[in-house]
């Protein structure tokens, strides 16, 4: 894949975690780095150089903060300042505009092991969902759902799986929160974003919603994660879990 961007979703206010901060949740700290921190690392042992972070929540705190990777980056920022009304389908639609490439798609509130980016950006399938082992039956985690031909039709996050839908697809894993999309697959993507926000009712709603859509009529495949070492930070308890795994007593 030519050129890959990194477009980073960081708008959010993370009300689930405001007991542990109340600066954007990307500059939680883990082994005295930052999330974000963490990131910028891995994209460039992996050698991506094109960045764009989507803020809202403090954003002036946040982009201050970046500007320490302008040097070695080329960094950009697109704004969700309605982040409160605006789910993060709009910091999606946003964070597109910036993007003319092949892409990775990452939510900001996660920390990974390099190698887990690094062998996904090397597998030769441009469009693809990274997932990592969990049980369908987690009711908190995003579960991806394959086709007989291997392909993702849907994912499922905090809620159930239906009989239905369990009869229908396959579970494949969760949805760690890292995408690949190629330069075809973004303007469709885009397209979707506008279409699915035009009626107002999705307004509020997270890219997962849109991505259910997109789905339908993209093929998009899996990429097994090659270590377990990764958290998605919802809350407290993912935070403490996270410092235990990346090196914190």
Not at 48 to 57: L, P
Not at 160 to 165: K, L, N, R
Request: proline share 1%; with cysteine; aromatic share 12%.
């Amino acid at each position: 894949m030519s050129g890959l961007t990194a477009l980073i979703l960081a708008a959010g206010y993370g009300s689930r975690i405001a007991d542990v901060t109340t600066n954007p949740k990307s500059l939680l700290t883990i082994n005295d780095k930052t999330l974000m921190d963490w990131h910028f690392e891995s994209l460039a042992a992996v050698g991506i150089k094109d960045v764009v972070v989507v803020t809202g929540y403090k954003r002036e705190v946040l982009e201050d903060y970046l500007q320490k990777f302008k040097n070695n980056f080329n960094l950009d920022f697109a704004v969700n300042d309605d982040y409160k009304i605006k789910g993060n389908t709009y910091s999606l639609f946003f964070g597109l505009e910036k993007v003319e490439t092949d892409f990775l798609l990452f939510d900001a509130d996660l920390i990974y092991e390099t190698q887990i980016l690094r062998s996904f950006v090397e597998d030769k399938n441009p469009n693809q969902i990274l997932v990592g082992e969990s049980s369908i039956d987690d009711i908190e985690c995003a579960k991806t759902m394959i086709d007989q031909d291997g392909f993702v039709r849907m994912t499922i996050d905090k809620r159930a799986v239906s009989p239905e839908e369990r009869e229908k697809y396959s579970f494949a894993g969760e949805a760690i929160g890292i995408l690949k999309f190629s330069k075809e697959y973004r303007d469709d993507m885009f397209n979707e974003c506008k279409k699915f926000l035009a009626d107002e009712k999705n307004v509020s709603k997270n890219w997962e919603h849109v991505m259910n859509e997109f789905l339908h009529s993209h093929d998009m495949g899996i990429h097994q994660s090659v270590s377990n070492k990764w958290v998605e930070i919802d809350n407290r308890e993912d935070y403490e879990r996270a410092k235990k795994l990346f090196g914190e007593a």
